[in-house]
């Protein structure tokens, strides 16, 4: 069973910065693809970004282009996610989460993946 711990969320002021990480332990770091979800209060639950083990690729969602970058640490079994720009509405709770498999699933949809953190806070003020 793999286990997601986030980090790093916490209030910022519109146009801050925040690094959030997520830790993972209990399987293959290496073989698993790594995302970050967030669900603002009233709002579905949103794919922000994935990163694939084997080949690195990544994937944004539409609103975390250009704003977003989501990396990983084998050595430290640590996907991160650097938040830039930040708005009122990225907030929201951030969660990690892991397809079966190294590859990353469709950011459209939650269900592919079957592992989940228990989320960080995120607020942005204006």
């Known amino acids: 069973q793999l286990q997601l711990v986030e980090s790093g969320g916490g209030l910022v002021q519109s146009g801050g910065s925040l690094r959030l990480s997520c830790s993972v332990s209990g399987g293959d770091f290496n073989n698993r693809a790594i995302a970050w979800f967030r669900q603002g209060s009233g709002k579905e639950r949103e794919g922000v970004a994935c990163i694939a083990s084997t080949t690195g690729d990544t994937r944004y969602g539409d609103s975390a282009k250009g704003r977003f970058t989501i990396s990983r640490d084998d050595a430290k079994n640590t996907v991160y996610l650097q938040m830039n720009s930040l708005e009122p509405e990225d907030t929201g709770i951030y969660f990690c989460?892991?397809?079966?498999?190294?590859?990353?699933?469709?950011?459209?949809?939650?269900?592919?993946?079957?592992?989940w953190g228990q989320g960080t806070q995120v607020t942005v003020s204006a």
């Open positions: 989460a892991a397809p079966p498999g190294p590859r990353c699933a469709t950011l459209l949809l939650t269900w592919p993946y079957r592992s």
